[in-house]
C-alpha cells in the first residue's frame, strides 16, 4: 500500500500537545490549518525515508483554506495522522508543488 492509500485510509488526527505548541511557537502553524492542507487539493503525499528510522513516516505538501502553502511531516498510527512537524513550504517545495 502506498502512502496515499494509507492515508486515505486515516479517520481523524491524533495530536500531541507538544507538537502543537512547536509547531506554532517555531513556525507560527496552527493545528487548524496542518488538518485543513489534508482536505485540500492538490496534495503531494510521499514516503519519509530520511526520517522513518522509529516508525515510517510520510510528508505533505499542500494548501491551507487561505492558500498558504506547507510542508507538514506526519506519521499514521491505528488509522490516525499524527502531525510531527510543520512550516511554511521552501522555495524549492513551492517550485514542485506549482507544477501540478
Given at each position: 500500500?502506498?502512502?496515499?492509500?494509507?492515508?486515505?485510509?486515516?479517520?481523524?488526527f491524533d495530536w500531541d500537545q507538544d507538537n502543537i505548541e512547536k509547531n506554532w511557537l517555531k513556525h507560527k502553524v496552527s493545528l487548524f490549518e496542518c488538518e485543513q492542507v489534508f482536505?485540500?487539493?492538490?496534495?503531494?503525499?510521499?514516503?519519509?525515508?530520511?526520517?522513518?528510522?522509529?516508525?515510517?513516516?510520510?510528508?505533505?505538501?499542500?494548501?491551507?483554506?487561505?492558500?498558504?502553502?506547507?510542508?507538514?511531516?506526519?506519521?499514521?498510527?491505528?488509522?490516525?495522522?499524527?502531525?510531527?512537524?510543520?512550516?511554511?513550504?521552501?522555495?524549492?517545495?513551492?517550485?514542485?508543488?506549482?507544477?501540478?
Open positions: 500500500m502506498d502512502a496515499m492509500e494509507k492515508l486515505l485510509n486515516c479517520t481523524g482536505f485540500n487539493q492538490p496534495l503531494v503525499v510521499q514516503d519519509d525515508l530520511k526520517h522513518s528510522q522509529k516508525e515510517t513516516r510520510y510528508y505533505v505538501l499542500g494548501q491551507t483554506d487561505s492558500n498558504r502553502l506547507l510542508f507538514i511531516v506526519f506519521a499514521i498510527r491505528k488509522n490516525l495522522i499524527r502531525v510531527i512537524s510543520a512550516r511554511d513550504m521552501s522555495k524549492k517545495e513551492r517550485q514542485v508543488y506549482r507544477t501540478l
